[in-house]
């Protein structure tokens, strides 16, 4: 698999899909919805949003010398989470039914396991002048 061209194409799908729904949300759902599912939602595409720019980071990161197994583990994390904790946010929405609430904080923890894997890959990699000494 190509991974930093899926994390590229997943990074940017999931950022034109979170303006996408921002726009919705503000224009259409504001005199549909109570404030605090207006807030919910809001949640949902600010995490969205936030998590693509990270993907489209990943993307770069994977093609480059810091490419590890915890960069795409980092990106499958991030991607595992906008659709648990996002994607469920939105059915609660939609449908109101709180068993969709209840899969949220799963997505969380996704989110946290790929932050963490970013932590590991970071600590991996060694920086460019420091590599030249190692192979001197």
Known sequence: MNYPKF???SGAF???????LGAFGAHGLEKILTEKLLETFKTAVEYQSLHSIVLLIIGLLASQPLKTSAIKLAGS?????ILLFSGSL???IATQTT???MITPVGGIFFLF???A???AALKHA???DRQQIDK
């Open 114 to 116: 790929g932050w963490l």
């Open 14 to 20: 999931f950022g034109f899909l979170s303006v996408a």
């Open 77 to 81: 994390c991030f991607i595992i989470g």
């Open 99 to 101: 068993l969709f609430a």
């Open 118 to 120: 970013l932590i590991v």
């Open 127 to 129: 920086p460019p002048q």
């Open 7 to 9: 994390f590229l194409v």
């Open 90 to 92: 939105y059915l609660y």
